[in-house]
């Protein structure tokens, strides 16, 4: 063992962390990973295994978090994909993936983005494994969802509502100057 590891023996000496040391150990730390939701239906089997496998595929997908207790969160995934031949429907495959994750020394917006970007990308590849088994189980070719870059959707959700929020201040400022001029 090193002199510079903290053991018991040596903590008695040591100072109280600063604040900048406190948040130098922001981060955040995934407790367990589990699937929350999975449904698949094949409404035309077996009629749609005799069509030509050359599916259009539609995507929805949504995130959400909400705390567990301080510092605890539970995010979720979720994926719904229909899978369509011919203009009849082969399947709908939806997963929904859930973690519990510790937060520490992050609030307003880095918040925000920790649990909607970076949370999310850590269960994705599981949502992912999820969806190809359950496919494959229906006898389709897996789906092979393609990554999803949540920090480009973070980003573009911050954008919007920024957007929104100039527009209804400017909508403000231009209502409050009409009613001073009459």
């Known amino acids: 063992m090193s002199e510079n590891e903290t053991t018991p023996e040596n903590q ?6 600063s604040d900048n040391a406190q948040q130098a150990q922001a981060g955040f730390a995934l407790d367990r990973v589990y699937l929350k939701d999975l449904s698949f239906e094949s409404p ?9 496998w050359n599916p259009e595929f539609k995507m929805d997908l949504n995130t959400k978090h909400k705390p567990v207790e301080e510092g605890v969160y539970e995010v979720s995934v979720c994926v719904t994909l229909t899978a369509t ?12 993936q859930g973690g519990v994750f510790q937060v520490v020394g992050v609030q307003g917006l880095q918040l925000a983005q920790v649990l909607s970007s970076a949370c999310p990308t850590v269960l994705f590849p599981y949502l992912r494994e999820a969806m190809d088994n359950v496919i494959v189980k229906g006898s389709f070719a897996p789906s092979y969802l393609a990554p999803v870059n949540f920090d480009a959707i973070f980003a573009n959700a911050v954008r ?10 400017a909508e403000a400022a231009a209502q409050a100057e009409d009613s001073t001029t009459h």
């Open 12 to 17: 008695e000496g040591a100072a109280a962390p």
């Open 44 to 52: 035309n089997a077996p009629e749609v295994f005799a069509k030509e």
């Open 85 to 96: 031949v011919e203009g009849m429907t082969a399947y709908i495959a939806e997963v929904e």
């Open 160 to 169: 919007k509502k920024q957007a929104e929020l100039e527009k209804a201040q």
